[in-house]
T-cell receptor, first 111, second 115 residues
Framework: KNEVEQSPQNLTAQEGEFITINCSYS?????LHWLQQHPGGGIVSLFM?????KKHGRLIATINIQEKHSSLHITASHPRDSAVYIC?????????????WGAGTKLIIKP | DTAVSQTPKYLVTQMGNDKSIKCEQN?????MYWYKQDSKKFLKIMFS???????INETVPNRFSPKSPDKAHLNLHINSLELGDSAVYFC??????????????FGPGTRLLVL
């Protein structure tokens, strides 16, 4: 079993739909990160969470430390949101640099 | 335009060789980083440069040497390659010297395979 599990692996939705991507982890962490990788290859860090909820535009990320679970939500999805979304955790808990990555969720938003 | 680019994307080479991986960012960021992702998907920082000055140098073998000719470029040179160097190497940049992953823009990665 991987330390970081994402679901679903692939997600196809229509423009405008509400999107949820889930991430579960089994190790102690200092923070959880959501990253976005576009087809061109570049990876952008979206959020870093250690508790609660963060919002940036149409993106919302939540984390439940007790349940070791995080979700990334996209409201009013758009074709430009099509990308691979990666969950990564900082482990061991005293390090912000060593990360364990999930396998990623490939999201396709159809117009 | 790709914000952070790396070349080459794939590199297959023999043990003992010397190789370089190049990284360029067109974001105007002051800080650049090199990370190594091993087969277990751990991503570990190796080096960080801020305005051409080395600010982070984690425990990596002396065979790895970063070179920053200007703040838009941070190249990684590896001497005497070993089997254990096989990994994906990611370059990243950020506006300031953030000590966490947040705010960093990553390149697509360079997959290095040492035979």
């Amino acid at each position: 079993k991987n330390e970081v599990e994402q679901s679903p692996q692939n997600l196809t939705a229509q423009e405008g739909e509400f999107i949820t991507i889930n991430c579960s982890y089994s190790v102690g962490i200092s923070a959880l990160h959501w990253l976005q990788q576009h087809p061109g290859g570049g990876i952008v860090s979206l959020f870093m969470l250690s508790s609660g909820k963060k919002k940036h535009g149409r993106l919302i990320a939540t984390i439940n430390i007790q349940e070791k679970h995080s979700s990334l939500h996209i409201t009013a999805s758009h074709p430009r949101d099509s990308a691979v979304y990666i969950c990564a955790v900082s482990n061991p808990p005293d390090s912000n640099y060593q990360l364990i990555w999930g396998a990623g969720t490939k999201l396709i938003i159809k117009p | 335009d790709t914000a952070v680019s790396q070349t080459p994307k794939y590199l297959v080479t023999q043990m003992g060789n010397d190789k370089s991986i190049k990284c360029e960012q067109n974001l105007g960021h002051d800080t650049m980083y090199w990370y190594k992702q091993d087969s277990k998907k751990f991503l570990k920082i190796m080096f960080s440069y801020n305005n051409k000055e080395l600010i982070i140098n984690e425990t990596v073998p002396n065979r790895f040497s970063p070179k920053s000719p200007d703040k838009a470029h941070l190249n990684l040179h590896i001497n005497s390659l070993e089997l254990g160097d096989s990994a994906v190497y990611f370059c990243a940049s950020s506006q300031d010297g953030v000590r966490t992953l947040g705010g960093q823009y990553f390149g697509p990665g360079t997959r290095l395979l040492v035979l």
